[in-house]
T-cell receptor, first 112, second 111 residues
């Protein structure tokens, strides 16, 4: 257990469904991240929240919608996804000044 | 874009030292070198980081060249459980936006 908890661990959803991924950290970190890892591809940084404000959105399609209600929780809301969105979605958190990132175990998403 | 270059894959015999190189020739003076690893289907795990001095912890040692253009991660006594993809990242410590991963090195530890 890393201190960053992601739920669910596995998710299968249809292209017309709406679902949410949840990430929770109780490490006192002030920054949280969403990454996407597709098969045989490097980790792709999707969103960064610092002090609960989104500071970066790396041209992610609008069918992915992040939410950071407080410093301990991060959500990724999903709607009308495509099969190519199937991937491992990883959440991470970090704390200045060292900024060492702690990752969760990820949610394995399959879009059918 | 990742700012580092790593070999795609490496093998290491169990019990021997694993030396994983990383080139970061465009590193800036305020950028640190971080190493993470990812065991299959798990989230990446932090290993070590450094600025210019060599660093050692319970997991590994980090050797950074004097010009800081390259570094080597050393696992002193590799075990089968060290088989993973190892990522070298350079980033400014205070910049939360800079945690970007490249393709990494797939290390296979063989019995």
């Amino acid at each position: 257990e890393t201190g960053v908890t992601q739920t669910p661990r596995h998710l299968v959803m249809g292209m017309t469904n709406k679902k949410s991924l949840k990430c929770e950290q109780h490490l006192g970190h002030n920054a949280m991240y969403w990454y996407k890892q597709s098969a045989k591809k490097p980790l792709e940084l999707m969103f960064v929240y610092s002090l609960e404000e989104r500071v970066e959105n790396n041209s992610v399609p609008s069918r992915f919608s992040p939410e950071c209600p407080n410093s301990s929780h991060l959500f990724l809301h999903l709607h009308t996804l495509q099969p190519e969105d199937s991937a491992l979605y990883l959440c991470a958190s970090s704390q200045d000044p060292a900024g060492v990132g702690t990752f969760g175990s990820g949610t394995r998403l399959t879009v059918v | 874009d990742a700012k580092t270059t790593q070999p795609t894959s490496m093998d290491c015999a169990e019990g021997r030292a694993a030396n994983l190189p990383c080139n970061h020739s465009t590193i800036s003076g305020n950028e640190y070198v971080y190493w993470y690893r990812q065991i299959h289907s798990q989230g990446p795990q932090y290993i070590i980081h450094g600025l210019k001095n060599n660093e050692t912890n319970e997991m590994a040692s980090l050797i950074i060249t004097e010009d800081r253009k390259s570094s080597t991660l050393i696992l002193p006594h590799a075990t089968l459980r060290d088989t993973a993809v190892y990522y070298c990242i350079v980033r400014v410590a205070y910049n939360n936006n800079d945690m970007r991963f490249g393709a990494g090195t797939r290390l296979t530890v063989k019995p």
